[in-house]
Structure formats: structure tokens, C-alpha cells
């Protein structure tokens, strides 16, 4: 019986080292992650205790993409947060989507665009969803609130930010 306490404490002890390493990531670290290739970002938010997903290598007319969970339930496909690194061996863009689902985590990745001194340039409805366009010295961050339904068809809200250069951005979706 001692022995079997043992053990579960020793259990319960690296569940919590686990977690209290495990991390969600600051905006600083995903734009740190968008600078990386894709063996670097990979080890980099697998050191952060991000899941890798899923991947599909890239074509000559398709960017690559790495799909990485945090958080992720171990009896779903459901997570706290979703992070897609997208990259071009031709041209060596890269581009980052993160969706949380968590509005603290939402909050405090706009509030993190707003101190770096982005301006809102535009915002929209689209689908059904509020897409706002946030463009800093380098970089844009189009950020989309949605809403989803779980399993009892219960609405959530859930929030996407696609981080992209200001040259990719107006190459591929500026005004012509």
C-alpha cells in the first residue's frame, strides 16, 4: 500500500512538471517562430510542449505547413491552441496562423499588436466573421473572430491571427 502512494505521488509530481513547463506562447515567441526554419521552429515549440499534428510538404504552386496543438485533449481533436508555421522553399516566406479559443489568450495577443505600435488599416465582415487588418513597421496581422460548435452544437468564440510580412501581405492580398 506505502509502495502504491508512492507511486501516485511520484505520477501526480511529473503530471504538474509536465504542465508547469508546457506553455502557451507570447506573441515575441511566435514572431521569434515565423523567423525560423522548420526543423528549428519544430524543436523550438516542441521545447515549449506544443504537439506536432500534422504536416503536407510544399508543391510549386502550395506552401508547405506544419500543424502543432498545446494543450491538445487526449480524447479529441480539440486544443487550447493551434499553431500552423507556412513556408516557401522557393521564395523563403514564411507565414504563421495561431488560433486560440481562450479570450484572455485573444486579449493579450491584441493588446501585444496594439503596444507595438500597429494601426488598425482595416475591418470587415467576412462569412459571417470580424476580420481586422493590423499592419506594423514589417509585419501584418489580419486577425479573425468566428465562433464554433462543439459536440452538443454549443456555440464558442474562437480567434485566428495570420502573421505575414507587409511584402508577402501586399504581394498576395493588396489592393491592385
Known amino acids: 500500500m506505502k509502495f502504491m502512494k508512492q507511486f501516485l505521488l511520484a505520477v501526480a509530481i511529473m503530471l504538474f512538471c509536465n504542465n508547469a513547463l508546457a506553455q502557451n506562447l507570447t506573441l515575441a515567441q511566435i514572431l521569434e517562430i515565423k523567423k525560423k526554419d522548420l526543423g528549428n521552429a519544430e524543436e523550438y515549440l516542441t521545447s515549449k510542449g506544443w504537439e506536432f499534428l500534422d504536416a503536407v510538404e510544399p508543391t510549386d504552386g502550395q506552401l508547405g505547413k506544419a500543424t502543432f496543438t498545446y494543450n491538445k485533449s487526449e480524447s479529441s481533436d480539440l486544443a487550447e491552441s493551434f499553431l500552423t508555421y507556412l513556408y516557401s522553399d522557393y521564395t523563403g516566406n514564411t507565414r ?29 465582415i467576412e462569412d459571417g466573421r470580424i476580420v481586422k487588418i493590423y499592419r506594423g513597421a514589417t509585419t501584418t496581422f489580419k486577425v479573425t473572430s468566428s465562433t464554433s460548435s462543439n459536440i452538443y452544437n454549443e456555440e464558442s468564440a474562437i480567434w485566428f491571427i495570420f502573421i505575414v510580412s507587409n511584402e508577402d501581405y501586399d504581394l498576395n492580398w493588396g489592393e491592385e
Not at 97 to 124: A, F, H, M, P, R
Open 96 to 124: 504563421i496562423n495561431i488560433q486560440v479559443n481562450k479570450k484572455i489568450k485573444y486579449n493579450e495577443y491584441i493588446n501585444t499588436i496594439k503596444s507595438y505600435g500597429c494601426k488598425l488599416i482595416d475591418s470587415k
